[in-house]
């Protein structure tokens, strides 16, 4: 059977990116600083001292990007909206401005036949907010309400799905626990409260959408993590299980209404979720979907020297530019794991793709990344047999559309189906952006 019939009629098509990531403009039309613009600054932060400024320029290019999806033929697109972009300072006066961008790429992509995805934060946060205390500071989650109101009043006529947060594990260990993200902070007591606001921020999100009577559907997007025993001893089934408290169920069980898993909490001395009355209820407001961005499995091992008792151990697989293991089964076992423990909610794939060594042809007409090609397959593959097995998965959204700014490691990385070359920004199509527009068309 082909890749392509295994997939219901409906089933949404994308692919993503994220807005500090691509935009650039970083100093146009009233945009105020993020926690990344100063994080990109601070010496030995970020590989090569690379920044955000310019990246692929889609602020100004998005009219170039829209005719290169159409032609792709996925039928969404998932971007975030910076929040310093429409609230320089993170609260108070919005940016007319800010907005008008946003209002121009939706309408764009509408016109192409494209659905809007929006992701409200996607890790860039307003310095002013952060110099007021960041994710560990309560407010910060009362002021991503506001901001997300007034996403929903100026967008939400045109947008029938958006997501709430992108990976709050990241920003919050990534940020504020390892230091390896901005704002580049290592405090345990702080990424636990990070954790916590983070989760609240995203229940005030739904409960104000909920409550403005918004149409259309709103989730979160999660990197959850299920690793797998090295062997079948009890033991290492028990690691297993435990690998997944902090990176899963930290973030997962609050909004399924089950709490933070306690274990986790009691195996750290200096972890707390400052909870307050009422706030577990408001994390637990219903949502219509849950995003899941897969990347990888880990394998892991009982451990009794380590805090949770579980290590990571090697694996056999090969790895992409990233060092990540090649699992696509994991995938599989991952996704039918999420079925099981949310009742079935409605799943898509919010990000799934790989960062390959991508180099232009002679000419610089192609790029020929096989690798890139076989691991979607192999992922599509997995994604197919899932919805086989009974999983309630309604999409797949490839990450990513273009090269961009991989973070700490700046431009050295490349993950999309097009190439962006960085000196003069054009385009050019992956041998991995026509595979997909096969399958997409239901020729693969």
Same mark, same amino acid.
């Given at each position: ?275 307050? /009355? @009422? ?5 637990? &407001?219903?949502? *219509? $979907? #849950? ?71 002679? /000419? @610089? ?5 096989? &690798?890139?090609? *076989? $691991? #979607? ?68």
């Amino acid at each position: 059977m082909e890749l392509s019939t295994r997939f219901p009629e409906r089933f949404m098509w994308g692919t993503a990116t994220a807005s500090y990531q691509v935009e650039g403009a970083v100093a146009e039309d009233g945009r105020g600083t993020s926690i990344w613009d100063t994080f990109c600054r601070t010496p030995g932060a970020v590989a090569h001292g690379h920044t955000g400024d310019v990246a692929c320029d889609q602020y100004h290019r998005y009219p170039d990007d829209i005719a290169l999806m159409k032609e792709l033929g996925v039928n969404a697109y998932r971007f975030s909206i910076a929040w310093p972009r429409v609230f320089p300072r993170g609260t108070g006066e919005r940016n007319p401005k800010g907005f008008d961008y946003y209002n121009r790429l939706i309408d764009s992509l509408l016109e192409a036949g494209i659905e809007p995805v929006p992701t409200l934060y996607h890790w860039d946060l307003p310095q002013s907010l952060e110099d007021a205390g960041g994710w560990p500071n309560r407010e910060t989650a009362g002021a991503f309400s506001d901001y997300a109101k007034a996403c929903f009043d100026e967008l939400g006529d045109r947008v029938s799905m958006w997501i709430t947060l992108n990976e709050p594990f990241c920003t919050a260990i990534l940020g504020y626990l390892q230091g390896h993200h901005a704002p580049g902070i290592r405090d345990m007591r702080k990424a636990t409260a990070a954790i916590h606001h983070l989760n609240l921020a995203h229940g005030l999100a739904v409960q104000t959408f909920r409550q403005g009577g918004y149409g259309g559907q709103i989730g979160t997007t999660l990197n959850t993590q299920t690793p797998r025993p090295a062997t079948r001893r009890p033991e290492d089934i028990e690691a297993a299980d435990r690998a997944a408290d902090l990176p899963t169920r930290m973030f997962l069980d609050p909004l399924l209404g089950k709490g933070y898993p306690q274990r986790f909490i009691e195996a750290h001395e200096l972890a707390e979720t400052p909870l307050a /009355d @009422g706030d577990l209820e408001i994390i637990a &407001g219903e949502i *219509d $979907f #849950l995003g899941v961005n897969y990347y990888h499995e880990w394998a892991v091992a009982y451990d009794e020297s380590q805090p949770e008792r579980y290590r990571f151990v090697p694996q056999y697989q090969e790895t992409t530019e990233m060092g990540w293991p090649i699992t696509p089964k994991g995938l599989h076992r991952h996704l039918q794991w999420l079925h099981e423990h949310t009742g079935g909610m409605p799943l898509y794939i919010t990000e799934n793709g790989c960062a390959m060594p991508d180099e232009l042809s002679e /000419d @610089g007409t192609r790029v020929h990344d096989r &690798g890139r090609v *076989d $691991f #979607l397959k192999s992922y599509l593959s997995a994604s197919a047999d899932a919805i086989r097995d009974g999983v309630n998965l309604r999409g797949y959204f490839l990450w990513s559309f273009i090269d961009n700014f991989e973070w700490a490691y700046g431009y050295t990385k490349r993950f999309g189906i097009v190439y962006c070359d960085y000196v003069d920004g054009r385009r050019v199509p992956k041998d991995s952006f026509y595979f997909y527009r096969d399958v997409i068309a239901g020729m693969e």
